[in-house]
């Protein structure tokens, strides 16, 4: 990985926290409450899929990645039923706005991140082809009109994320792991199994069977099952193999290349400098995560202390996760 491509990822380390609150802090679950949506599912797919209309639940599963097809169509399309995507969408600015206002109160630090984010965030538009998240909330940030620098920083954070995050599924189709392969490989790696499976919906059926095939295609090794302690092969933790672990490790290398086209305005300094004004807020957000945490997301970067981010790791590491709640 080139000097570039990682230090790009370490940005992601500091713009990842802010957009994840939505889906953490109580005043993202209130204010999706107060618009109707009182389970944590409705308000999860409807936030995040409301930049791309009343959209139904079959794309949005092919979209997102990972998620149960069940899951996902027991939210939508009947979610809009309830309210339009426009108010959908002001109930995840309002929810996120109100938590950043609530960890980073000094809204000079605030409009210091915003100020240097915005530039990588229009530049998202240049670089949307095959990315539907990213270009939809890219249109939202090119059309928001506001002196309010939480809104502007929330929509420039979330604009990158999201284009990060296309840009990662398309690496995981390449080495035909995306969906359910992501998440069971990846639970053989650094993701807690249980949590996940019941995180994303997946039966024990579904689970099971894909860790078969993730074992057939040499990527993941079953552990020795535990007959004292009445551990089925098909229950017992699974580990992902060497091969598998190269495996995540090439999708997180072609997702690193993939979302430097953004960044190219900026040489090493400039990227450095605009961690420099980031990192206060994804630091006042870190909090708000558990460490190690379900979402496989790191540390963030500091600049200050680590100009060249090599504490940041550049691929997902085995046991890191492995004790998320």
Do not use: K
Request: proline content about 9%.
């Amino acid at each position: 990985m080139s000097s570039r491509e990682h230090l790009v990822r370490a940005l992601w380390t500091l713009f990842e926290p802010v957009h994840a609150l939505t889906y953490f802090s109580p005043q993202s679950r209130d204010s999706f409450a107060a618009a109707g949506l009182t389970r944590y599912w409705d308000g999860y797919f409807a936030g995040r899929a409301a930049p791309l209309g009343a959209i139904s639940g079959a794309p949005v599963t092919a979209i997102f990645s990972g998620f149960a097809p069940a899951l996902v169509e027991r939210a939508l399309p009947a979610v809009w039923s309830t309210l339009t995507p426009e108010r959908a969408l002001e109930a995840r600015a309002e929810g996120a706005v109100a938590t950043i206002r609530a960890l980073a109160p000094d809204e000079s630090i605030v409009a210091r991140a915003a100020e240097a984010l915005l530039p990588a965030a229009l530049a998202v538009g240049a670089h949307a082809v095959g990315r539907p998240l990213a270009a939809a909330n890219h249109a939202l940030l090119a059309a928001l009109v506001t002196p309010d620098p939480y809104r502007v920083l929330w929509q420039c954070v979330t604009t990158l994320r999201e284009h990060r995050g296309d840009g990662h599924v398309l690496a995981l189709v390449t080495e035909d792991m995306a969906g359910l392969s992501t998440i069971v490989l990846r639970a053989g790696l650094d993701l807690d199994a249980p949590h996940m499976q019941r995180a994303r919906g997946w039966t024990d059926d579904e689970w099971h069977a894909e860790q078969r095939s993730l074992v057939a295609r040499g990527l993941l090794a079953p552990a020795a099952s535990r007959t004292d302690a009445g551990t089925s092969p098909a229950t017992a933790p699974h580990a992902a193999t060497p091969l598998g672990e190269a495996a995540l490790a090439r999708a997180e290398q072609l997702t690193n290349t993939l979302a430097v086209g953004p960044w190219q305005l900026f040489d090493d300094n400039a990227l450095r400098a605009i961690a420099a004004a980031l990192y206060p807020v994804a630091a006042a957000c870190a909090p708000l995560f558990p460490y190690p945490n379900p979402i496989g997301m790191p540390h963030s970067w500091n600049p200050t202390t680590d100009p060249d981010a090599t504490a940041v790791p550049s691929a997902p590491e085995r046991g890191a996760a492995r004790t998320a709640a």
